[in-house]
């Protein structure tokens, strides 16, 4: 169906419920102290006359209520209205609203969410993501993983033969020995003490060596009693987690810093959100996001805010927003991608009306509250989140006051109706 039909349905069902409440009207009779007047004759006694400013006190005979506070009377008024405030609309007779199903009932209490809803791409934790790097120029002797293997914490990944390490192993030992000698001579009163203090920073000074290219002080004792043995440089992972990328090959010659791994661990990934300009004002760090990817239909995995970009794109004008998510079974991959909803407020009991109550007027929501049989307000309100349960009032209405749940719209067309040309009998 087509909008212009729907549009079309929608004006005709509007005009068909104005016509039978207006089937239902009688005369009224006018409020105490002003007489008793048909419509003809209201009619006749304004005739010939100008319109004037409602006076204070004035009565709409014609409706029965205050002329300042017929809606009927005053449509324009309507679109002014602030949140709490109201106008009356009398019906023609107390069976109107019966005639075309308008049902009444209280507002209702439960929880809404307002949420910002946006694009994002899935990527690694890059806090818990790892270039592993050869520590020494040399040659791939042996390596320990390929992709997809898991680790844990200084497991070996890789050994590298180096001319340096073989270079600084005999300096450690050559001092190593050197020491000992002087030891034994100091002992004996041959050499002097500056003697041996000039061996002891020697050799204090090879094994620093060792130690930084990751030496532990016990290899280096154990590289101290066999000389003769290859010495192999281990690169070990820095953290527990997987093995992602592979660079190294067995054989291959490298130099200091070239790569040889990416370990990342996949416990945890992050999402970067695309929210749009207006709305980054609503959000801040630790909010609640949810986040669904197209690849797992009903999932729905929860992160909070970490991040927020303190720039906006100049071109797309939308501001990354970072939020973390855990991921045990590693169900999220890096660069899929999701959408996004952050939920930016969030209300346990919340008064809340089904969309069919809200009806809009002049750009503003109004709502129609039940005060009698054939009289109601025309409530303006302050509208919040919208909900699977209905919308959230925030201003404007009680939790005890009925309020017109279905049909509203054949009540804000006999509102309007004076527009129409059936109005008091003043206009």
Do not use: Y
Request: hydrophobic share 45%; with cysteine; glycine share 8%.
């Amino acid at each position: 169906m087509t909008a212009n039909v729907t549009l079309r349905i929608l004006a005709a069902m509007g005009l068909l419920s104005l016509a039978v409440i207006l089937a239902g009207c009688r005369p009224r009779a006018a409020s105490s102290g002003g007489g008793d007047h048909d419509h003809a004759a209201h009619a006749h006694a304004h005739e010939g006359t100008e319109a004037s400013p409602v006076e204070d006190g004035a009565m709409c005979v014609e409706h029965g209520v205050p002329e300042a506070e017929c809606a009927v009377c005053n449509p324009d008024l309507i679109g002014k209205l602030e949140p709490g405030e109201s106008l009356k609309v009398r019906l023609p007779s107390t069976n109107s609203t019966a005639l075309v199903g308008v049902r009444t009932a209280l507002p209702e209490s439960g929880s809404v969410a307002e949420a910002v809803d946006c694009l994002a791409e899935v990527c690694f934790n890059q806090n818990k993501l790892a270039r592993i790097a050869a520590p020494v120029g040399g040659l791939l002797q042996s390596i320990a993983v390929d992709l997809g293997t898991r680790v844990d914490e200084a497991d070996t990944v890789a050994r590298i033969w180096s001319a340096s390490i073989a270079e600084a192993v005999a300096r450690a030992v050559l001092s190593h020995q050197t020491l000992e000698r002087e030891r034994r001579l100091r002992a004996d009163r041959v050499t002097s003490q500056a003697a041996l203090e000039e061996a002891e920073a020697t050799h204090r000074a090879a094994c620093q060596q060792l130690r930084t290219l990751g030496f532990t002080e016990a290899q280096i004792d154990e590289l101290g009693q066999k000389p003769e043995e290859e010495v192999l440089m281990e690169v070990r992972s820095p953290f527990a987690g997987e093995i992602v990328e592979r660079m190294a090959v067995r054989g291959a010659r490298v130099d200091v810093g070239d790569p040889l791994f990416t370990l990342v661990d996949t416990s945890t990934v992050w999402a970067m959100l695309q929210v749009p300009e207006p709305m980054l004002a609503r959000v801040q760090a630790g909010q609640t996001v949810e986040l669904r990817v197209d690849s797992m239909r009903g999932q729905v995995f929860t992160g909070r805010v970490t991040w927020i970009d303190p720039a906006v794109d100049a071109r797309t004008r939308m501001g990354r927003v970072r939020a973390e998510f855990a991921n045990p079974a590693g169900r999220l991959k890096d660069k899929m991608f999701a959408t996004a909803r952050i939920l930016t407020r969030e209300v346990e009991d919340a008064l809340l009306l089904p969309a069919p109550a809200i009806q809009h007027v002049g750009g503003r929501p109004l709502v129609f509250v039940k005060l009698a049989d054939d009289l109601f307000e025309a409530r303006s309100v302050r509208l919040g989140a919208s909900a699977p349960a209905g919308c959230e009032v925030l201003a404007g209405l009680r939790p005890d006051e009925p309020v017109a749940v279905n049909h509203a719209f054949a009540l804000k067309s006999a509102m309007l109706m004076s527009r129409l040309g059936a109005g008091c009998a003043d206009d």
